[in-house]
């Protein structure tokens, strides 16, 4: 993801988030198999669902597909502040994250509605996540309401049991962390369901794992977990 030497950010991908390994709900894949496409019909997407819901992941998997290109999670540049989108209608693509954040917040707002003009007139491609829907963000602005309103909006719905348990599995191999079927069907039965939560007792434990040179083994994950 190659960015314009002007812009004085960086703008930090995960390398770990991909389509290829991106496991698809059934009532997802007519996003994933747009967003997947190297030439986006569209100039503007908007992407809305609940925490761990894989928002993040498909963001960084879109942004990773086009050399020049900014993925912005919102919850990390909320300090740096609105200035951190200055310049960048001149990329392909702009991948913002999280922007139900900055609601209410009027030099934010304005920041993104200059934005949103800009890259149409360049014909900039964009792809916004929120955990609201478009019609549901109460901006103090509202021609922004109604500019994101206006694209492609789709829900990304959540996975069922069989599809969170292949996403943990995944997330674990990605990591290089060793886990046996019955420790990760122990994790996924005692921890908070949502993929959040799950991949964040999968670092703490691979994190304290390596610290305490143990395996990650269910009386290892009850003395950490406390479960």
Same mark, same amino acid.
């Given at each position: 993801m190659? &960015?314009?030497? !002007?812009?004085?950010f960086d703008?930090v991908?995960y390398?770990?988030f991909?389509?290829?390994?991106?496991v698809?709900a059934?009532?997802?894949q007519?996003?994933?198999?747009l967003l !997947?496409s190297a030439h986006? &019909?569209e100039?503007f997407?908007?992407?809305?669902?609940?925490e761990g819901?894989g928002k993040?992941h498909?963001?960084?998997a879109?942004?990773?597909k086009h050399l020049?290109?900014?993925?912005?999670?919102l !919850?990390?540049?909320?300090?740096?502040?609105?200035?951190v989108?200055?310049?960048?209608?001149?990329?392909?693509?702009?991948?913002?994250?999280d922007?139900?954040?900055?609601?209410?917040k009027?030099?934010?707002?304005?920041?993104?509605?200059?934005?949103?003009?800009?890259?149409?007139l360049?014909?900039? %491609?964009?792809l916004?996540s929120?955990?609201?829907a478009?019609?549901?963000l @109460?901006f103090?602005?509202?021609?922004?309401?109604?500019?994101?309103?206006?694209?492609v909006?789709?829900l990304?719905?959540e996975?069922?049991?069989n599809?969170?348990?292949?996403a943990?599995k995944?997330?674990?191999?990605?990591a290089?962390?060793p886990?046996?079927?019955?420790?990760?069907?122990?994790?996924?039965? #005692?921890?908070e #369901?949502s993929?959040?939560?799950?991949f964040?007792?999968?670092e703490k434990l691979? @994190?304290?794992?390596?610290?305490? @040179?143990? #395996?990650?083994?269910?009386?290892?994950? %009850?003395?950490?977990?406390f479960w």
């Open positions: 190659p &960015l314009s030497n !002007q812009l004085p703008f991908l390398n770990e991909t389509f290829e390994n991106f698809v059934e009532e997802n007519e996003l994933v198999t !997947q986006l &019909l100039n997407y908007f992407v809305w669902g609940g819901s993040s498909l963001l960084q879109s942004c990773a020049n290109s900014a993925y912005l999670p !919850q990390v540049f909320m300090e740096e502040g609105e200035s989108l200055d310049g960048l209608e001149h990329l392909d693509l702009i991948c913002i994250d922007v139900h954040i900055v609601l209410s009027p030099a934010w707002e304005e920041k993104l509605f200059s934005l949103f003009n800009a890259c149409q360049n014909a900039t %491609k964009m916004i929120s955990a609201i478009p019609l549901e @109460k103090a602005l509202p021609d922004l309401q109604s500019r994101y309103s206006s694209g909006t789709y990304l719905h996975l069922d049991d599809g969170k348990m292949s943990l995944n997330r674990a191999h990605a290089g962390v886990l046996e079927d019955e420790v990760l069907n122990y994790i996924y039965l #005692r921890s #369901r993929m959040s939560k799950l964040a007792v999968l691979d @994190k304290l794992s390596l610290a305490q @040179k143990r #395996r990650i083994t269910i009386p290892f994950v %009850k003395s950490i977990m």
